[in-house]
């Protein structure tokens, strides 16, 4: 039915539902932030945080959560001011952005052609009034690395400023960087938490959980009982069955985060069968190789056996944990699986450098940096770039591909 459709597409486009059942744990990063929040606002302190974590990973999502749920608690208590690094790591820019939100907030005047000190000046008078007035400001700071670039004037006059003045407000940093509290600088270190909260992608089951969430029918939907009842019932069979373990398995090896899953749920539900109303096993199957088109395989489709060859013996020597590898290492791995296997496909030095070189321009490998340019390019240092998940689906589309190769390649986690 379009009724259920337009629900579910509803439910995928709402972080705050899809977000919704991490709010139980008192473990979950929602409820450590909130706790560190709510703490500046009941007992007048300041705090910062750092969130990090990969892309599509939920943690401005998780913000939004947590600042709604406060905002509900103690509606005249917080203000908040957004930046992001893509739009106001300018310092002058970021300063300008800052005292524009605070003034729209606080139904001040906001001046155009005032300068940064002014609007510096105006930030530490408005962090000064209301701490003074016991209202919190929270400082959300988005692609927070973007930020630490230059000579972090922003940071340091913003958490300098929470050290000096009669003030209660929060600094959350969002970073796809793991290292971004290595990158400030020592004076503002020392002034900034130490606070991290790492966003790890979910364990299978709490993604499973996370899918019974999304497409299950409340009672209260609207909808027919029995219409909503066989609904459940077929989603329930999926979810139980192997087929759908190892798609979800599959999907999870290429990207664990939750927008992936949000992503890939949008096309199982946009491919539901209007007539029947009903989701089926074909939809997700439909939707994972959807998915898994991507231009990496396709070119994949089209490489010789040679270059697969070596795209394998990277592969493997990187699972080996050799960080750095040259043309030269990769002949020695492809030599010893020749020796080993007797294999028929043998290729001269020369031909094999083609090879190489071609990869270079059809960006499947790259060159680990520029530092050795001048050197040649046997010795060159390269990197793959593309994951084993992928190599593993792209020899699977190679109608050329030895079965060696596959064989060769760890996939056991893929099956």
């Known amino acids: 039915m379009a009724a259920a459709l337009t629900l579910l597409r509803s439910r995928l486009c709402d972080p705050t539902y899809i977000h919704a059942p991490f709010k139980s744990s008192k473990q979950s990063n929602y409820s450590k932030l909130k706790e560190l929040v709510s703490g500046t606002i009941s007992d007048s302190c300041n705090n910062s945080a750092l969130l990090l974590g990969p892309r599509g990973s939920g943690k401005v999502a998780i913000v939004d959560l947590v600042l709604e749920d406060l905002k509900a608690e103690n509606p005249d208590s917080i203000s908040v001011v957004r930046l992001n690094g893509l739009l106001h790591s300018d310092d002058t820019c970021a300063l300008k952005e800052i005292a524009r939100q605070l003034c729209l907030e606080h139904q001040l005047s906001f001046s155009k052609m005032a300068s940064s000190d002014d609007n510096s000046q105006f930030m530490i008078d408005m962090l000064r009034e209301c701490g003074l007035a016991h209202r919190s400001l929270i400082f959300v700071l988005v692609e927070f690395d973007l930020f630490v670039q230059g000579k972090q004037r922003l940071l340091y006059c913003l958490i300098d400023a929470m050290q000096t003045v009669t003030s209660q407000a929060v600094v959350i940093g969002v970073s796809c960087r793991e290292d971004a509290d290595q990158l400030l600088e020592k004076r503002v270190r020392s002034r900034f938490s130490h606070t991290k909260l790492l966003f790890a992608p979910p364990s299978r089951e709490d993604m499973k959980s996370l899918v019974e969430h999304i497409l299950y029918l409340p009672k209260n939907a609207g909808l027919p009982s029995e219409y909503i009842t066989k609904f459940n019932a077929h989603v329930q069979n999926i979810l139980n069955d192997k087929r759908f373990k190892q798609i979800l398995d599959s999907l999870l090896c290429v990207d664990g985060t939750i927008g992936n899953l949000v992503q890939y749920l949008f096309r199982v539900v946009s491919s539901i069968n209007l007539e029947s109303g009903l989701l089926s096993l074909e939809n997700f199957k439909n939707a994972q190789i959807s998915c898994e088109r991507q231009p990496t395989i396709e070119t994949l489709q089209d490489a010789s056996i040679l270059e697969l060859y070596i795209l394998v013996c990277m592969n493997r020597l990187e699972s080996k944990e050799q960080n750095s590898y040259n043309f030269n290492s990769i002949m020695k791995e492809y030599k010893s699986i020749h020796d080993a296997y007797r294999t028929s496909d043998n290729y001269g030095d ?61 996939h056991e986690s893929f099956k």
């Open 350 to 410: 020369t031909v094999c450098l083609r090879a190489f070189e071609h990869l270079l321009e059809r960006e499947l490998i790259s060159y680990v940096d520029h530092r050795g340019r001048y050197l040649p390019v046997e010795f060159r240092p390269v990197e793959l770039l593309i994951s084993s998940h992928e190599l593993y689906l792209g020899l699977k589309s190679n109608s050329s591909c030895p079965a060696i190769l596959q064989k060769l390649l760890d």
